[in-house]
């Protein structure tokens, strides 16, 4: 059996230390870690939508064209990908030799000039009474702090801008700003705020700015956001990315090696299609049975060395989770179960994510964690085959559902069967023993011993 590692190769990091799956902007400030690594922190970033469209704005704003935009604007829950959308950003502009051979490296028809002055503010670590002092301070123009009045005006802001290109980067804004708790302090800060947006937004200043945003359930106050969202701001909520599948694969692989080794990889997909055929799925030779196996297949190879049931289900509970760590807590979860299964699996499947063992995904519904532990305990003591990793998918599969919980049997067949599988045991065990789900009062996925 060929496995993932002998495909494609797993980051070194992953297999070390693992990943946290966080991106801390003050490690950057601070020079700690990946984050302060223009070409680590590159390296492992993917090359996303909102990346692309921002760097167009940029050039556009550079141009100096008509209606070009200055303030870019992420916005996302915690873990959505926010603070590593501007930290990547950040690291182009402040390391133009290094971001533009990354920027050439994935075909982006940008190139950074040397001439541009960048300042990344993590808000919540450096604490300012006032948001303009430690960004005046970083542009050198300490003594502008003394001039105040109550609030820098236009002329102020861009005697600190003067003639160069300034790029500014502000993570964590809305935390700092909740803590301040001083209505003439908050005031005066989005005072600046609006009147910085007003500078950069006009197209003869070559400036841009970049803001991380949180959701409003997550602030106490929605006045940053107030001042920020205006119709000529580009504005890019991570909840809606499309690639995001590629931000994880990209994160934990050398996706780079999928290319060189296709034809292997199809081999696996084609040995795991025969095995759904004789386990009853896609027999029908209706055209609709071979386009809906052709998009598999597509899927299969696009999601490789992860089942796309694996990827969708978990962005699918991690999306619902109350505490929200959407692509950061996956990426936490997905470095342990690659590091434990690279050198032992063809392909990762649903099933392979045990709650008894990975405890991130146990942590989002732990009462139905601690039923599904038990379960498996008990399946595992009297030898039922199979029904660990059954459990395991009906688990994931129940996870934020007040109805309708558990798997149907397509799911359990995608999320167990491998090509060393015995169909026949799963079979046996799904119609024999598993009901897959009970009314929503129970909260249980169980197993009919």
């Keep these: 059996m060929v496995v993932i590692k002998e495909v494609v190769r797993p980051r070194e990091d992953v297999l070390t230390e693992g990943i946290e799956g966080r991106v801390d902007v003050y490690r950057a400030i ?146 700092w700003f909740d803590a301040l708790k001083d209505e003439k302090l908050e005031d005066r800060n989005l005072n600046f705020l609006q009147n910085l947006i007003e500078v950069v937004s006009d197209s003869a200043i070559k400036t841009c700015l970049f803001i991380s945003i949180l959701p409003d359930s997550l602030v106490r106050s929605t006045a940053i956001r107030g001042k920020v969202n205006r119709d000529n701001v580009y504005w890019y909520n991570l909840y809606e990315i499309k690639d995001r599948d590629q931000i994880v694969l990209y994160r934990l692989f050398h996706i780079e090696d999928k290319k060189a080794n296709e034809p292997q990889i199809r081999d696996i997909i084609n040995s795991l299609i025969s095995r759904y055929k004789q386990a009853g799925m896609f027999r029908d030779s209706r055209v609709d049975t071979k386009r809906i196996l052709d998009e598999l297949k597509r899927k299969m190879f696009n999601s490789y060395p992860f089942h796309p049931q694996l990827l969708d289900s978990l962005f699918e509970v991690y999306g619902s989770s109350s505490s929200y760590q959407r692509t950061r807590g996956i990426l936490g979860l997905l470095s342990s179960v690659v590091r434990d299964l690279h050198d032992k699996k063809e392909m990762i499947l649903l099933s392979d994510i045990n709650p008894e063992k ?53 799911d359990i067949l995608f999320g167990t069967i491998d090509t060393e599988t015995n169909v ?15 009314t929503s009062l129970h909260l249980v996925c169980r197993l009919l011993l």
Excluded: C
Excluded at 371 to 383: L, Q, S, V, W
């Design 30 to 175: 601070s020079g700690e870690g990946i984050e302060a690594d223009a070409e680590r922190f590159l390296e492992v970033t993917y090359i996303t939508e909102p990346l692309k469209e921002v760097l167009d704005e940029v050039k556009a704003k550079f141009k100096g064209e008509k209606g070009s935009r200055g303030v870019y604007v992420f916005s996302g829950g915690f873990g959505s990908g926010k603070s590593h959308h501007v930290l990547a950003l950040y690291h182009i502009f402040s390391s133009p030799h290094i971001g533009n051979t990354w920027l050439k490296k994935h075909k982006v028809d940008f190139k950074v000039p040397n001439n541009v002055r960048s300042v990344l503010i993590q808000a919540l670590n450096k604490n300012p009474d006032y948001l303009w002092e430690p960004i005046f301070e970083e542009l050198g123009h300490p003594e502008l702090n003394k001039r105040i009045n109550r609030f820098p005006t236009h002329d102020e802001i861009k005697e600190a801008f003067g003639k160069t290109r300034v790029m500014i980067f502000l993570d964590e804004i809305e935390p």
């Design 358 to 410: 990975y405890q991130e995904i146990s942590k989002l519904d732990s009462d139905l964690a601690e039923k599904a532990i038990e379960d498996i305990r008990k399946t595992r003591e009297i030898g039922i085959k199979e029904a660990e990793e059954i459990l395991s998918v009906v688990f994931i599969k129940s996870i934020g559902k007040m109805e309708a919980q558990g798997a149907s049997r397509e």
């Design 424 to 438: 026949n045991d799963i079979e046996a065990v799904s119609y024999t023993h598993l009901r897959a789900h009970e």
